[in-house]
């Protein structure tokens, strides 16, 4: 399948569904806010560097609050410098838990304490609507490697706060649950917000994950799942391995790094709610490759699932309503 017939198809796919933001909701200030996702910082030589960039253009950009999506950095005491680096933006910082945030033996109580995370999953205020930060690493499932699941107690409490929300939800995780290679049980959450959505038509505005290094959006069930790029890389493995990108020092500090397609430049997006214009707008960042492109490294095949969407950007985006009729525009995806 070409690159072309792969985007035709996503764009078939949500063009089909309608995103139901609230009908009524004047007055309505803006809620912007900043989201970076696998930037790995114990895989790549300039994480630090790299999360630094992120804090000062959201500062910049008055941003109500940031949130990173997972894959961040392991607790251990090297670390602190990066997590200073995180705090320079003087809002809210909210936090993901990622599959490789517990590498090298830590608890997942471990991490989120090391971030200062209320809980696991929880919920915050997001301005205009609510934030709901699940956990996507319960024990639970039939696949083997990292864990990536959502156990039915987190279920369970995901229903009933959007059954209690005041307001729009938003929902961030790590591990996607619109793609079979998220969460195993991601129809089993999907059902939940189609649910509380049912319920309560514009209770469920979208939802945000990284974990797979790819740029898109996809609608199912009516609802937005926009998948944030890494920060720093496209992950290729042994078929795509190579010491030629970075000095041999670098190579000997960080052990994966060969292992990866890295971005020249740091990835992240800029987003805005605006519930008085009953849009949701996303405003990502285009870099360059770090010497070849990733399907040329690992040698993909073009009929490879997703190759469309592996790319050094996260594309511009706006999920609106249709003006006047009460119904939504389907999600419309530029720059993809």
């Known amino acids: 399948m070409s690159r072309r017939a792969a985007l035709r198809g996503l764009l078939a796919a949500t063009a089909t569904a309608m995103v139901r933001l609230p009908i009524s909701a004047e007055g309505v200030p803006i809620t912007r806010f900043g989201v970076i996702s696998d930037v790995h910082q114990d895989i790549v030589p300039d994480?630090?560097?790299?999360i630094r960039a992120f804090a000062a253009a959201v500062?910049?950009?008055?941003?109500?609050?940031?949130?990173?999506?997972?894959?961040?950095?392991?607790?251990?005491?090297e670390n602190r410098v990066f997590l200073a680096a995180w705090n320079t933006f003087g809002g809210p910082r909210h936090h993901v838990l990622g599959n490789h945030d517990m590498d090298g033996g830590f608890s997942r109580e471990q991490t989120a304490a090391f971030y200062g995370m209320p809980a696991r999953h929880y919920t915050f205020d997001g301005g205009s609507f609510l934030g709901v930060v699940l956990d996507?690493?319960?024990?639970?499932?039939r696949a083997g490697g990292y864990r990536r699941y959502v156990a039915a107690d987190q279920l369970a409490w995901l229903e009933q706060s959007l059954a209690a929300a005041g307001k729009p939800a938003v929902v961030f995780v790590h591990q996607p649950l619109d793609d079979d290679a998220g969460i195993e049980n991601g129809a089993e959450a999907r059902a939940v917000l189609e649910k509380a959505e049912a319920a309560r038509p514009g209770s469920v505005l979208a939802t945000f994950a990284g974990h797979l290094h790819l740029d898109y959006l996809r609608a199912i069930g009516g609802l937005p799942y926009l998948q944030v790029n890494s920060a720093s890389y496209y992950w290729l493995g042994e078929t795509g391995e190579s010491l030629d990108y970075f000095p041999a020092e670098t190579h000997a500090r960080f052990k994966n790094l060969r292992y990866v397609a890295a971005y020249r430049d740091p990835l992240w997006a800029l987003v805005e709610v605006d519930l008085a214009a009953g849009e949701i707008r996303i405003r990502g960042r285009e870099t360059a490759w770090?010497?070849?492109?990733?399907?040329?490294?690992?040698?993909?095949?073009?009929?490879?699932?997703?190759?469309?969407?592996?790319?050094?950007?996260?594309?511009?985006?706006?999920?609106?309503?249709?003006?006047?009729?009460?119904?939504?525009?389907?999600?419309?995806?530029?720059?993809?």
Request: positive net charge.
């Open 290 to 336: 770090l010497g070849a492109p990733a399907v040329e490294r690992a040698r993909m095949a073009p009929d490879r699932r997703n190759v469309a969407f592996i790319r050094p950007a996260i594309g511009d985006r706006r999920i609106a309503r249709a003006a006047g009729a009460g119904r939504v525009a389907p999600p419309r995806i530029s720059g993809a």
């Open 47 to 50: 994480g630090v560097d790299r």
């Open 136 to 141: 996507g690493n319960d024990p639970g499932g």
């Open 59 to 77: 500062t910049e950009a008055k941003a109500d609050f940031v949130i990173q999506l997972g894959d961040f950095c392991i607790p251990k005491e």
